[in-house]
C-alpha cells in the first residue's frame, strides 16, 4: 500500500512539472529566408520611383537580393494605367533570375502608369519579398501633328472662328450674354460678356456671322442689360442669372456691384458701339441704349468717399469686403472707365494714390534678363496684359509711371523666360509650351498661375493672347497646342482651358474670361481692330488724357 502511494506521487509530479522521461521536442519549422529590392532602371536610367516623359514602350528592371520564382510574377507584379486598366506585358530575366524585366505592349501617349511589386513575390527559394515597391511612370506626348498643316495665317482665322462659336453659338439664348463656361447653365458673367461683346465685333468683321446677325445680337444683349439686370448704381454685378437678370452671389460677400467686372462689361459695349456706327435707325438706338449703360454707371460713387475705387459693394454687406482696385494688376481698364464717364468721373487724383499708389505699383527688378517696370515680383498672372488691353492699345502708351507696350512685352517674356528655365523641373515646359495665368487645375481646382505660383498647368490662352507682345513665341506655342496636343485640347469652341504635361491631365473646360481675351488679342495683332475701335471714342481719349496719359491714339 505505501509503494502505490509513492508511484502515485511520481506520477502527479512527473506531470506537474513535465519530468516524463523520453519526451521528445517539437519539431523545428525552416522559414525560407526573405530578400530585398536592390535596385531600379527604366530605359537603363535609375531616377527614384518616377519617371516621366517615358517612351510608350519603355523597359522596366527590377533587381532583387534573390532569384525570383518565374511562377509568382504575374500574380505580384501589377502594372495599370491611372484609370485602373491592367497592361500586359512581358517578362524575361537577367543576372541569374535576380533581375525582372518588364516590357510592356504599346503604353498611350501622355498617360499615367504603376507598377506595384507586393510581398507575394517570391524567390526560388521560396522566401517572400520584404517590402512593397511602387514605380510610377508618365509618358511622353505623341509628336505626330493632329491636323493637317495649313499657313499661319489659315491657323490664326481658324483659332479665332472655333473661339468664337463660345460666345455666339453657346451665348445664353434669352439675354444673349456670355456663360461663365461651358457647364454654368444659367450663369452669366458679366466681364467675360464684355470680352464676348468685342468677340463678336470680331466675328462680324471676319465675317464669322453677317453685320446684320451681329446687330441682331448686340440687340438682345443690350436690351436685357438695360431692361431686365440687377445694378447698383448703375454698376453691374459679377454673375447674373442669364434668363431672368438677377444676381448669382459670386461670394458671401459679393453679391451686388461688381465694378472691375462692369469696366469690362463697358469696355465692350463702347467698342461695339463704335462699330455699329451705321445711320439707320436700328444702329442708332443701339448707340443709344449703350450710353444709357454707360452714363448710369456712378463710378465716382465707388470711391467711398476716398482717393481710390472700391471693387465691391453690396445691398446686404454694404462695403465690408473693403476691396480697393489697387494697381498693378487686371484693373487698369477701371480706373480710364471711371476717369471717361461724362456723368461720374473720377479725378487724377483717385488715379495717383487709388491705382498708382503714388508709385509704389512700381518694381524696377530684372527678371530672367528683362526689366519689369510694374508689379509684382516677376510679373504675376499674364491676364494681367490682357483684361484691360483687349481695348486700350498699349503701343506707344505711357504716362508717368511707366511705357506700357514695355510693361507689356517684358511681362509675356518673363513668363516666357521663366517657362523655358522651368526652375520646379515640370515636364513639358519650353519654347513650344509655356503661358502661366489664372485658369481650371487638377482636381476641380481654379488659381492664378504665375511664376511665384506655378502648379506645373499651362493655359493656352496666356500664350496666345500675349501675340501682340511676344509674337514669335506666341505663335510657337499656339502651333504646338494645335498640332501635337489637338487630340486632347481642341474642342467645339477651340482650345480647352487648360493641361498639365506633368500631371497628364487636361480640362475639358471653357471659361469666358479665357476664350476671349484668346480671339480678341489674335484681332488686335492682326488687325487693330478693337483696340483702333475703344481708342477712337471721345470719351476715353478725354478720360485718358486727364489721368496724364500720352499716345499718338489719343
Not at 533581375?99 to 503604353?107: F, G, Q, R, W
Not at 491636323?147 to 491657323?155: G, M, R, S, Y
Not at 511665384?452 to 510657337?476: E, F, R
Not at 488687325?527 to 481708342?535: A, K, P, Q, V, Y
Request: glycine share 10%; proline share 5%.
Amino acid at each position: 500500500m505505501g509503494n502505490l502511494k509513492v508511484c502515485i506521487a511520481i506520477f502527479v509530479l512527473s506531470v506537474l512539472f513535465g519530468c516524463k522521461k523520453n519526451n521528445p521536442p517539437p519539431p523545428v519549422q525552416i522559414v525560407p529566408a526573405s530578400f530585398s529590392f536592390n535596385a531600379l532602371k527604366v530605359n537603363g536610367v535609375y531616377n527614384g520611383y518616377t519617371y516621366k516623359g517615358v517612351n510608350t514602350v519603355p523597359v522596366i528592371k527590377l533587381s532583387f537580393s534573390a532569384a525570383i520564382s518565374h511562377a509568382s510574377v504575374n500574380s505580384s507584379i501589377a502594372f495599370k494605367s491611372n484609370v485602373g486598366a491592367a497592361v500586359i506585358y512581358a517578362t524575361s530575366y537577367q543576372n541569374n533570375d535576380s533581375t525582372v524585366v518588364i516590357t510592356p505592349n504599346t503604353l498611350l501617349p501622355i498617360t499615367q502608369y504603376t507598377i506595384n511589386v507586393s510581398t507575394g513575390l517570391q524567390s526560388s527559394g521560396g522566401g517572400n519579398l520584404q517590402s512593397p515597391v511602387t514605380v510610377q511612370l508618365s509618358t511622353a506626348i505623341d509628336t505626330t501633328n493632329k491636323f493637317p498643316v495649313i499657313t499661319d495665317d489659315q491657323l490664326l482665322n481658324l483659332v479665332q472662328q472655333q473661339t468664337f462659336k463660345y460666345f455666339y453659338d453657346f451665348g445664353h439664348p434669352i439675354s444673349g450674354l456670355a456663360r461663365e463656361r461651358n457647364t454654368s447653365g444659367d450663369i452669366v458673367t458679366t466681364g467675360g460678356s464684355g470680352f464676348g461683346i468685342m468677340a463678336l465685333v470680331t466675328g462680324v468683321s471676319r465675317q464669322f456671322i453677317t453685320r446684320a446677325q451681329g446687330l441682331a445680337r448686340m440687340q438682345l444683349i443690350v436690351g436685357f442689360l438695360k431692361n431686365n439686370a440687377q445694378t447698383f448704381h448703375g454698376a453691374f454685378p459679377h454673375w447674373m442669372n442669364g434668363a431672368t437678370g438677377a444676381v448669382v452671389p459670386f461670394g458671401t460677400q459679393d453679391d451686388g456691384a461688381d465694378l472691375v467686372e462692369t469696366s469690362y462689361l463697358m469696355e465692350g459695349l463702347l467698342t461695339a458701339r463704335q462699330y455699329f456706327n451705321a445711320a439707320g435707325a436700328a444702329e442708332t438706338q443701339l448707340r443709344a441704349d449703350i450710353n444709357t449703360l454707360w452714363n448710369n454707371v456712378q463710378w465716382s460713387w465707388f470711391q467711398n468717399g476716398q482717393n481710390t475705387l472700391f471693387w465691391h459693394w453690396s445691398p446686404d454687406y454694404a462695403w465690408s469686403s473693403n476691396m480697393q482696385v489697387n494697381g498693378w494688376d487686371e484693373a487698369l481698364m477701371t480706373y480710364v472707365m471711371s476717369a471717361s464717364s461724362t456723368t461720374y468721373p473720377i479725378t487724377k487724383a483717385v488715379y495717383d494714390n487709388g491705382w498708382a499708389g503714388n508709385g509704389s505699383m512700381k518694381n524696377g527688378n530684372s527678371y530672367y534678363g528683362v526689366v519689369l517696370p510694374l508689379g509684382p515680383a516677376e510679373g504675376g498672372p499674364l491676364f494681367f496684359a490682357h483684361y484691360s488691353f483687349l481695348g486700350i492699345n498699349p503701343n506707344s502708351l505711357s504716362d508717368a509711371y511707366a511705357s506700357y507696350d514695355v510693361q507689356n512685352k517684358a511681362h509675356a517674356t518673363i513668363n516666357y523666360n521663366y517657362c523655358v528655365s522651368n526652375p520646379n523641373g515640370y515636364y513639358g515646359y519650353g519654347a513650344n509650351c509655356w503661358g502661366l495665368t489664372a485658369s481650371d487645375i487638377q482636381n476641380n481646382g481654379y488659381t492664378a498661375s504665375s511664376p511665384t505660383n506655378d502648379v506645373g498647368v499651362i493655359a493656352p490662352t496666356a500664350a496666345i493672347a500675349s501675340l501682340p507682345y511676344t509674337p514669335t513665341q506666341s505663335m510657337q506655342a499656339l502651333r504646338f497646342f494645335y498640332y501635337k496636343l489637338g487630340d486632347k485640347m481642341w474642342g467645339p469652341y477651340g482650345f480647352y482651358d487648360s493641361f498639365s504635361l506633368d500631371g497628364t491631365w487636361f480640362a475639358t473646360s471653357d471659361l469666358a474670361i479665357d476664350e476671349g481675351p484668346i480671339i480678341d488679342m489674335i484681332e488686335n495683332y492682326r488687325s487693330g481692330l478693337l483696340w483702333n475701335l475703344f481708342m477712337s471714342c471721345p470719351e476715353v481719349k478725354t478720360g485718358m488724357k486727364n489721368l496724364g496719359f500720352q499716345s499718338p491714339n489719343l
